[in-house]
């Protein structure tokens, strides 16, 4: 069933995710990514933690992935979809808007 679920939404999530494992740890590890995002369940925000579990995910055999793996992808090509509907007017290059993105796996500099 695991299998199923990831087949659904694998080809979703390779638009959505357009980091690496390695770029998307280097951006995580900066004050940047630290800095953005809604804390109010800790002091690491939602997308942060989120992009740890989307780096395990990037670096896990597609085939060891289920259901709750499947669910989590969902939910990251469901705000990637909907942030980028947000897209503010101008260079959005140092923006907490960018930040978050890539917080969730997705640098929008790189479409």
Known sequence: ?????VDAIWDDWNDAVNMTAEELERWLATPE???????SAGSESTGHRSGRRIVRLLRADRADLGEDDA?????VVGYVRRHLA??????VTD????????NWGHDPLKD
């Open 86 to 91: 947000q897209r503010p007017d101008g260079d």
């Open 95 to 102: 923006t907490p808007w960018r930040y978050s993105l890539m």
């Open 71 to 75: 669910a989590h992808m969902r939910k």
């Open 1 to 5: 069933m695991g299998a199923d679920a």
């Open 33 to 39: 990514s630290h800095g953005v995002g809604d804390k």
